[in-house]
């Protein structure tokens, strides 16, 4: 990412969500002022490649925000926004002002004519804020759809870091809103892998964040008349919780190369799996060297790790994409696995 575009984001995060920004976010307040200053930027069109509607970025570039987001644990769908824009524009529709998040689920369907989309889906990020881009089998082709918030309704829920994760009831006329085919190379499975490397992005900058923050904690933090950074064992940890985030890392910078070479599916399979396996063991490092301070509501390691223990079940986690890549691999047979092996 270039340095001017580097430092406009930070800035645009920095100024705009701070701990007390998160907090009543925590507590259901929308960040207007925070997602206002990002769609101002072009932020949320960041990942469109070309056209009118573009930043103008490489894609690496627009997966570097994220990361960044994730370093900030901007209470904004951010990531989200972004990847129901791109789908938009790959489709031929006009991107949409606002919020987004995109939706693909089995459970969505059309009736027998094709013109009423019904269907439910749990857990949808920032369900309640945004406008839905889903996508559905109509005449056996998949078909993406802009849908208002007059098409669904909505029942709150909320995840680990209290975020909104709601579940959609939808029962739309697709005859009122603008339809189109998917884009060859899109399919329900890509769609799932492509948020799952954007959700690696977001975990690595976090972990980053959680890394520097428990660093600067250990060498205040005094025991025995010298920092507890000066101890073996805390200097082990701190080893393990920076290899783990160096690891995740090289994982979302593998995701992010995968999504910009056609949404490589083996290779966004592994980096989700070894992120969602750091977060987990970094999260865990992270709050034993803090000790109660960690726990504490004013302090800001925890909206990054309550975020990384959402993220790494989301868009698939540890053994979901595991499990499809080791019975990918297998099914290629043995004469095809170190071939394989090295191509992701």
């Known amino acids: ?20 920004v998160a907090l009543r976010a925590e507590e259901g307040e929308w960040p207007e002022a925070l997602w206002r200053t990002s769609e101002e930027a072009g932020l949320p069109l960041a990942l469109i490649e070309t056209g009118e509607h573009s930043l103008g970025v490489p894609v690496e570039d627009a997966f570097q925000i994220v990361r960044l987001a994730g370093k900030f644990a901007v209470p904004v769908p951010l990531p989200e926004t972004m990847l129901a824009n791109w789908l938009l524009t790959r489709s031929g529709l006009e991107p949409q002002s606002g919020p987004l998040v995109a939706v693909a689920n089995p459970a969505l369907r059309t009736d027998e004519s094709g013109t009423r989309l019904t269907g439910e889906i749990p857990s949808v990020p920032w369900g309640r804020r945004a406008g839905v881009v889903a996508c559905f089998e109509r005449s056996g082709m998949l078909h993406v759809a802009y849908l208002g918030r007059d098409g669904f309704s909505v029942r709150e829920g909320t995840n680990i870091a209290r975020e909104p994760r709601d579940r959609l009831v939808f029962d739309v006329d697709l005859n009122r809103t603008a339809v189109a085919p998917l884009p060859a190379g899109v399919d329900g499975i890509r769609l799932r892998a492509a948020g799952a490397a954007l959700r690696c992005s977001q975990i690595a900058g976090a972990l980053e964040s959680i890394t520097a923050m428990t660093i600067d904690y250990t060498g205040q933090r005094v025991q025995f008349g010298r920092p507890i950074s000066k101890f073996q064992a805390v200097q082990q940890n701190l080893a393990v919780l920076a290899g783990q985030a160096a690891a995740a890392s090289s994982a979302a910078d593998m995701a992010a190369e995968a999504f910009a070479e056609g949404i490589r599916l083996c290779a966004i399979a592994a980096a989700k799996t070894f992120a969602g396996e750091a977060a987990g063991v970094a999260a865990g490092i992270a709050h034993q060297m803090h000790g109660a301070m960690g726990f504490s509501r004013e302090y800001a390691l925890h909206f990054r790790t309550k975020r990384l223990w959402s993220w790494r079940e989301e868009y698939g986690n540890e053994t979901e994409w595991s499990t499809w890549l080791g019975e990918g691999l297998a099914s290629r047979g043995a004469d095809q696995l170190w071939a394989e092996i090295t191509a992701i």
């Open 1 to 20: 990412m270039s340095e001017i575009l580097s430092s406009m984001v930070t800035r645009v995060f920095a100024d705009h969500c701070s701990d007390a």
